[in-house]
């Protein structure tokens, strides 16, 4: 109930996100020792489907979820992964953080889930940050 509110802000958390054809807010971590990093997505298949190279800086970037060619993907959930290397080797791949739409607030087993746009199940306790819309 005292999560009740959350219900239609957006939660940052590490997990897929679901593309309705507006931009996504993704909150990279690069590993500080890294030269290059790159924001690789994958579909919900786990293809990957883009790699791009992004600042080296925790500052929130937007994926407008268009190809190179700048035609958009299709609607659906994507992953997105920070990778960072140095000297071209890999130090650090890990799932970036997103902002994503709460849907809905469950308590299961004593847990809090919340359910993001998509169908996307997370933790109310991986949430690091909320914010209005």
């Known amino acids: 109930a ?14 897929p996100a679901y593309f309705s054809g507006s931009p996504i807010t993704i909150a990279p971590t690069p590993a500080s020792v890294a030269d290059k990093v790159e ?23 937007e994926w407008a979820g268009t190809t190179t060619d700048g035609a958009p993907l299709p609607p659906g959930v994507y992953q997105f992964n920070v990778v960072s290397s140095s000297n071209g080797e890999v130090v650090l791949d890990e799932v970036a953080s997103v902002y994503a739409r709460v849907q809905e607030v469950r308590s299961e087993n004593g847990e809090s889930f919340l359910m993001l746009q ?11 940050a909320l914010r209005g819309t």
């Open 39 to 61: 924001l690789v997505v994958t579909d919900d298949q786990g293809a990957e489907i883009q790699r791009t190279v992004i600042p080296k800086t925790a500052d929130p970037i």
């Open 118 to 128: 998509g169908g996307i199940p997370v933790l109310a306790s991986s949430v690091t």
């Open 2 to 15: 005292q999560m009740a509110d959350w219900v239609g802000k957006e939660a940052r958390v590490a997990a």
